[in-house]
Nanobody
Framework: VQLVESGGGLVQPGGSTRVSCLASGFTFSIHDISWVRQAPGKGLEWVSKISPDGDETYYADSVKGRFTVSRENAKNIVYLDMNNLRLEDSARYYC??????WGHGTQVTISS
């Protein structure tokens, strides 16, 4: 079982980026997929969730209207598109399948 996040990197405030989560080794299409982030020195913060069929999406108030989660079950991949990024969005972003399987995360740093 693997979840591998990629994307992100260094982005200027107000900019955009995408992080991806590629899954393997389990039945991806039956799992909710959530994005969770952790900023340095802080706890885990739930960011977003997408239902198994992609029809339902949920967002934390802190990212609502700026982030969009989507998935392609045929490719076993979930995306998190992040727009109008703020300094406080800097964190390591993790994807998790129903909080059972976790990736190792990808870093997103917002800085001018």
């Amino acid at each position: 079982v693997q979840l591998v996040e990629s994307g992100g990197g260094l982005v200027q405030p107000g900019g955009s980026t995408r992080v991806s989560c590629l899954a393997s080794g389990f039945t991806f299409s039956i799992h909710d997929i959530s994005w969770v982030r952790q900023a340095p020195g802080k706890g885990l913060e739930w960011v977003s969730k997408i239902s198994p069929d992609g029809d339902e999406t949920y967002y934390a108030d802190s990212v609502k209207g700026r982030f969009t989660v989507s998935r392609e079950n045929a490719k076993n991949i979930v995306y998190l598109d992040m727009n109008n990024l703020r300094l406080e969005d800097s964190a390591r972003y993790y994807c998790t399948a129903t909080y059972t399987y976790w990736g190792h995360g990808t870093q997103v740093t917002i800085s001018s």
